[in-house]
C-alpha cells in the first residue's frame, strides 16, 4: 500500500505473497501450490542457500520455468544480498536496536563483505552484542507490524525505490 500510495509500481491486488521460512522449505511450499494447479513466482534471496535452492528447483519443479524465479541481485543489483536489504539499514537498525536493548553501530569494516545481515552480524561480534536465535524473524515482524500499525511516519524514497523495482520484477514473470 504505501508504494501505491505513493505513486510507485506496486503488486496488483490479485498477487499474494506468502512467506516460506527459508529457502529450504521453497520447494515444499511450491508443491502445495503445483497441487491445486498454480505455479507460485519464487524470490530467492542471492546468498548461497538461495542459489542451491534455485539449482535444486531448476532440476525438479522449475526445470521448463526458470523465468518464475527471481533471484534478488538481478532486482537490486548486488551481487550478495537478502529480503533484509529491501528494506536497508536505515529502516532495519533503529527497530533491532530497539529489539536488543543495545546500540549497533555499523562501520566501514562491518560493510565489507555481504549485504545487511552481513553487516549486522559483524558490527554485533565486533561490539560483543549476542543475536538471540530467531533475532531475523523477529525483527522483520516488529518492522511489519510497525508498517501495518502505520507507525512508520513516512518510507524513505531509496526503500519505495527497491520495493518498486521489486514488485515490477515479479509482475513481469506473471
Not at 536493548?101 to 554485533?124: C, F, M, P, Q, Y
Not at 561480534?125 to 530467531?134: I, K, S, T
Request: proline content about 5%.
Amino acid at each position: 500500500p504505501h508504494c501505491r500510495a505513493m505513486g510507485y509500481p506496486a503488486l496488483t491486488d490479485d498477487i499474494h505473497i506468502t512467506p516460506c521460512g527459508g529457502a529450504k522449505l521453497m520447494g515444499h511450499l511450491a508443491s502445495l501450490f503445483l497441487g491445486q494447479k498454480t505455479r507460485p513466482v519464487i524470490l530467492l534471496d542471492a546468498d548461497e542457500a538461495g542459489r542451491i535452492r534455485k539449482e535444486a528447483l531448476l532440476k525438479e519443479l522449475y526445470a521448463s520455468h526458470p523465468n518464475m524465479l527471481v533471484m534478488l541481485d538481478t532486482v537490486l543489483g548486488a551481487a550478495e544480498c537478502e529480503t533484509e536489504d529491501l528494506l536497508g539499514e536505515g529502516e532495519l537498525l533503529p527497530v533491532l536496536n530497539s529489539m536488543l536493548g543495545a546500540t549497533l553501530k555499523i562501520n566501514a569494516s562491518d560493510r565489507a563483505i555481504g549485504g545487511i545481515v552481513d553487516h549486522i552480524e559483524a558490527a554485533a561480534a565486533r561490539l560483543g552484542v549476542a543475536l538471540p536465535d530467531g533475532w531475523r524473524a523477529e525483527l522483520a515482524r516488529l518492522v511489519a507490524a510497525k508498517y501495518a500499525t502505520g507507525t512508520a511516519n513516512k518510507v524513505p524514497l531509496d526503500v519505495l525505490d527497491r520495493a518498486s523495482k521489486l514488485f515490477e520484477e515479479i509482475t513481469q514473470r506473471f
